[in-house]
């Protein structure tokens, strides 16, 4: 059997410091993910709901790079005890950044699927939400006078 890894990759019309911010500033991992009480750098972590503030996800931080590799181990109540391993990935392109993420470690097997299908679906929506986010502060800084 082959290890089950959710990729996915996108482009965003920002640099890879405006992009790493989103990745790792509470206030705009707030916007279009969950919250952690503080910056996402080398170290514990955990990540609360907007509205509930009940903690749903926790790690540890293992990668820190600024602008180019940020690297956690993530958790969620429905995995129970199981660890998996989130890397994000930023590079330079022409006009911006391409943001690529690694899911791997995921739970395997029939019964993880619609574990699976709500986790791929989950990164589908966060991470529009985090292009929509970036792309309307650029186009407000851009309008600015």
Known sequence: M????????IYLRASRAQVWAYLT???KLA?????PKSPLTEGAY????????????WGEVTRAQPYEVLEYSFTVKPMGDAISHVRWTLDEVPGGTRLSLEHTGLPQGADAF????ALDKGWDDHIARMRACLHENAENLSHSP
Request: aromatic share 10%; glycine share 6%; hydrophobic share 40%.
């Open 2 to 9: 082959t290890d089950t890894i959710l990729r996915k990759s």
């Open 25 to 27: 500033d509470p206030e």
């Open 31 to 35: 916007l279009w993910f969950h919250k």
């Open 114 to 117: 619609d574990l699976m299908l």
């Open 46 to 57: 955990a990540m609360y709901g907007a509205e509930s503030g009940d903690k749903l996800i």
